[in-house]
Each structure stands twice: as structure tokens, then as C-alpha cells.
């Protein structure tokens, strides 16, 4: 699967719990929304991110991209420490530059 590299720097840094890493992958006004909450800017995502990764001890498997320089879908498979696991959860994504400026996860 041919993944942005921001995109492979976003599942590398969730996997390996780097919060700072995850932020880094957003603009500094990027939103994220996630089970009903939004998220905005890069201390937000970093905190929120430390949050979840402590909680649900996620990982990480893309099993699909579809996408162009402006926006994408990214389908993984995550598991962790969460009734269900492991789900595949859909990821789109809308990018400013070399950064992500919104993520919404279904």
C-alpha cells in the first residue's frame, strides 16, 4: 500500500505511543474529531492522543488508502484494550501542505 509519508509517520507514531510524533503530523489549527468530541490545534491533539493511548493501548494496521493530495480515506484495523477489538475504523482526512489539517474516525 503506497501511504504519504505523513500518513506512514501518523501510524508510526501512534504505534510506538509518541505522542509528540502524532501532533507533529498536524497543521497548528488542525481538528480532530473522535467519539463525538473535537479536538483543535496541536497541544489538544497531543493530549488527547497521550489520553487514548494510555486508555486503550491501541495499535495500528492500515488495510486500505484511497486519497490524492487534499484529502483521503485510510481503512486500519486497530486493537487494543476496548470492547470489540479489533475494529477497522475509517480515517478521513483532509491535508494543508505536508500536514494533516482534519481527521475524523468513524
Keep these: 500500500m503506497n501511504l ?7 501510524v508510526n507514531a501512534h504505534n510506538n505511543f509518541d505522542s509528540t510524533a502524532f501532533a507533529n503530523c498536524f ?3 488542525a481538528v480532530v474529531f473522535d467519539e463525538g468530541k473535537n479536538y ?6 497531543k493530549t488527547w492522543i497521550e489520553k487514548a493511548s494510555k486508555e486503550y493501548n491501541a ?3 492500515p488495510v486500505e488508502f484511497e486519497g490524492n493530495a487534499e484529502k483521503a480515506d485510510l481503512k486500519a484495523e486497530v486493537s487494543g484494550n476496548f470492547p470489540g ?13 505536508n500536514h494533516i489539517q482534519l481527521l475524523e474516525i468513524n
Design 4 to 10: 504519504p509519508e505523513v500518513i506512514k509517520d501518523l
Design 27 to 29: 497543521s497548528e489549527s
Design 40 to 45: 483543535t490545534g496541536k497541544k489538544e491533539i
Design 59 to 61: 495499535l495500528m494496521k
Design 85 to 97: 477489538s479489533p475494529l477497522v475504523l475509517t480515517y478521513h482526512l483532509k491535508f494543508e501542505g
